[in-house]
């Protein structure tokens, strides 16, 4: 009955309006109050649109920059300007938080003698006199901040080799750094992980000079999960015939150990981004792999 008798009122106010009772260029009562509305919704809208991109404009300082294939290069953010750099053959490195960079924590294990002398995974020899670390999936060239986070002592070194092949541990550190960082004695210490970035220019503006920081892509590159390393070629064999029914890439690589032994590892899948290679990792513990882990190709 309602909808009916509003039916009829908008039907006379119309007619009155086409017979001339309202001035030329009104518009009947009806539609001018549709009209307001949609006017009042789209300057609400407006109003919406403006204060979120403000928003979204100051909590996303970061202005990013031509660089290498690889790497990018943005302005130092400003809750990063008090951080201080460290210093690596006169080149500035400073530590950037989760959002801008890459932050893990785990354990570490060192390696020495057995390995000085051989080529790393970058084609440098080892030098376990030196600091330098394997890491098993950021990119070769990237220097880090390893903290002991028993004693607060830590290490710049560089990553120029893979490792290790050992599910929950992080980082294998030279024995030059190990010493640095008190992992000698104890071999195996739990330590925080922070990537650095380069210092590669300055920007100036009127807030002063800041620096820009060239920042290795660990998101993004060639990554695989192994999900484990046999002496028996056989074993190995049985492992990717029984993983070749469920994914589409399963690989053997054949390596040899400081032991001069030869493994047999099985790998599965190939992922374009750590977020992918992520996945996978978490449906092979799911199947009773638990010793699965990502390695950066």
Known sequence: MANRTSKIRYRLQTLLWNRGRRKRGDVPPSLEVKANRNHVA????????????????????????????????????????????????????????????????????????????????????????????????????????????SNKKSSVVRVNDRGPFVKGRIIDLSYAAAKEIGLVGPGVVNVKIVALGKEVGRLQSDGGSRPLVELQDVERGEFTIQVGAFQDRDNALTVADRLKVIFDYVHIAVDVDHDKKTLYKVQVSRSKTLTQAGKIEKKLEEMGFAAAFIVRI
């Open 42 to 149: 789209m300057g609400l809208l407006l109003s919406l649109s403006i204060i979120m991109l403000l928003l979204f404009a100051c909590a996303t300082e970061r202005t990013y920059v031509r660089s290498a294939p690889g790497t990018k290069v943005i302005v130092l953010p400003e809750k990063e300007r008090g951080t201080r750099p460290y210093v690596v053959n006169g080149e500035r490195y400073y530590p950037l938080s989760q959002a801008d960079g890459f932050v893990q924590y785990g354990k570490a294990s060192w390696y020495g003698k057995e390995f000085h002398g051989r080529h790393t995974s970058s084609g440098e020899r080892f030098d376990m006199y030196r600091k330098s670390a394997a890491h098993k999936i950021l990119p070769l060239g990237t220097h880090v901040l390893v903290i002991n986070l």
